[in-house]
């Protein structure tokens, strides 16, 4: 039998940093970014209330933040909270090759732990690469088979993201470091049946948590199997019907997952992003106002259609099921974050007046990243825009600069600018901190959400 | 699409006591009896020490007993030490129809939440036997096809019983019940992997911790699918490639799983079960002492000799995969229990001399339950034992007075004699407790013991 658990243990605990090229480390904290911007923007959420309800009640000691909010719980739950959090809006980061959500189980795992026990930012986005690497090899390794079975890969590899990098903090041996992966092998969980409840974004929470009780645990020789991973009846075999392990172990070190990221640019499904990048394009490019346009016609793949087909959507959480609300607000607002998918905006009688004036066909020419848009004028021009990849997707990836305008969308109304502009410098600075807990730390507002907060 | 998981929720929710028979509710105070001892016996093992050492700095309220000893923790991390170590000796109660260990998860969540919300015995006793009919019923719809994936079921299965326990002590609405189905459904793990490492007796710890946590969370409103078993990316399809879903809904409420619930009398393997019984049987019929015996020959069935043909075992553990060495502290002790599965009694000269004159042969003709033994004397008798059912199975169940008797061996050295029968007596009459976490206190040593562990 191949050796794979202990190989990929093996690589993070002796893996040293300096052998991560410097757009891999800018990679890291672009992810590290847009994920502290979506657990702060989702920090109020009633997902978020329900579980803070239920659990704050039994946090041991309170050593950790839940990022945006003045709530400090012990690492494990507060691990949880911040996966629950980050993937809330589902507007987190994207490994496409696996549809893994990378940073939500490692970063709220190793960010938690780092308020217990101080780390540099040098440790800690360390610690979060080589999360992610085995995170999404293990992905890489199963998918699709796996997740053609039912199960949420976000919170399946996740857990052993979270206990790898845990793991690396808390400097596990490489014995501990295999019993970690093999107790988060044994912890594996997350159905794809969820999706739609709040049980989603509980995945990546859940990951976390259990990722960082498997380092805690292995830490003090808690024992596991050897091969939690490669075994007849570990991971890889009982949860997948096909699998590949050399995607685990293969170049180690020598490529990184986390250059493989994406960040979703809006707050919806990513069928509908490339219609919603025309219309903002169009809207830039021509200073386009609703009142304007007599109609908006797209073509586009058959899913945007299959699954964002609902013509008057009434509630926000439906607006992201539909291609027409979409593109009305794109025009309105140049933007479809989660602003854009409230109920009042799904209601506004601007926006319903334009969405009616969209209609949408099938193009089975186009692949799932394209669109063809054709917007008539009121003054009867026609505007044409063709997209050939979307942004945020691999081919265009958002910007640093979209990603700071990302950021301050989703902290608004939680933090001042003037502490999400500090924020955003913490974590595009994080591998210089002598801190790295002073990032969660930074995420709490202070003065009025304060007291809302408190 | 069945109903199913409703329908369970339903049945959890609304179900009276009083429909219950009383023969139903003995097994079940069996189950908790048998339960309690394995968890005290095994408080002091260092599966249980490690666990403690990694986790116990991160309690919340410490309003839960670890039985045994004087550590009290939250009431998740007191859940999963006491599936921890109730699983740990591998001598808990077996549901044989599905190889469920049903207490460990159930009991464990239900007795630590009893002592943060008192409940009376009658209550309790009315959860504990529900969970275990959810638990059992989810594991006999996907029983083998789920356990020959590779995924322990005690771990898988356990966690919807202490969901189902717990929910029902919380006073879960039935949507509420519906949903924590759902939550225990989307954390259910556990692989076969681990077997022979702490992470089995981990598993059904985890069950009680996670069951635990679903309710809860589902209290609060946290919503999740409301068919978390029965759709097509639901446990029951993800999680195995067969099912029957009748086995979950069909006459609820007027069979009861508890009943096929069966308790070991021997801390090893079941296939040696009948070879200790045949010898046990020998030794008391004719007052037999190691030194009349010439040599013992056993016929058995063949896994027998391929799972426990070690001729000279070297440790307590390597003891419990020795017939050898089990019918020869059969008939020196009459006994087969912890303490004659430990390294000093493996290695000890007179059990030695007498293991080295018992051989085994494979007769294909007996079943897995039967043994023929052959006894020669240094008088030149020959004894001869043909055991048709072990004792312990359920044709040939253990005694009330057997399962005292193995209590009283498991808290040997923990508990005082006097301690230990208060104990008894209280597990004996649970339903009759005005507050069932009485127990849980009771399994508390006082004196030197609790200097020791304090």
Known sequence: MMEVTRKLARFIVEHHSAGIPQEVRHEAARSFLNWVGCAVGASRHETVERALAALAGFSGPAEATVLGRWDKLDIMLAALMNGITSHTFDFDDTHLKTVIHPSGPVASAILALAERKPVTGEEFLH????????????????????????????????????????????????????????????????????FGTMCKPFHPGNAARNGLLA??????????????????????????????????????????????????????????????????????????TADQIESISLKAHPLVLELTGK???????????????????AVIYGAAGEAQYSDACVRDPQVTALRDRVSATVDRGLHEDQVRISMKLKDGRTLEKFVEHAVGSLARPMTDADLEAKFRGLCEGILSPLETGNLIRLCWDVAKLKDAGEVARASVPAGRARKAAG
């Open 311 to 329: 013509k008057t959507p009434q509630a926000g959480l439906e607006g992201k099921f539909s291609v027409y609300h979409s593109a009305a607000v």
């Open 127 to 194: 610690a979060f690469i080589l999360g992610v690497e085995a995170e999404c090899r293990i992905g890489n390794a199963v998918y699709p088979s796996h997740y053609d079975v039912g199960w949420h890969i976000t919170g399946t590899a996740g857990v052993f993201g979270a206990a790898a990098a845990a793991g690396r903090l808390l400097g596990l041996s490489e014995q501990q470091m295999t019993w970690a992966l093999g107790i988060a092998a044994t912890q594996s969980s997350g159905l794809r049946e969820m």
């Open 215 to 288: 380092a805690l645990l292995a830490g003090k020789n808690f024992t596991s199997s050897n091969q939690g991973i490669e075994a007849p009846r570990g991971f890889a075999h009982v949860l997948a019907t096909d699998r590949n392990l050399k995607e685990i172990t293969e170049k180690l070190g020598e490529s990184w997952e986390i250059s493989l990221n994406t960040y979703k640019p809006f707050a919806c499904g990513i069928v509908i992003h490339p219609a919603i990048d025309g219309c903002i394009q169009l809207r830039n490019e021509h200073k386009l």
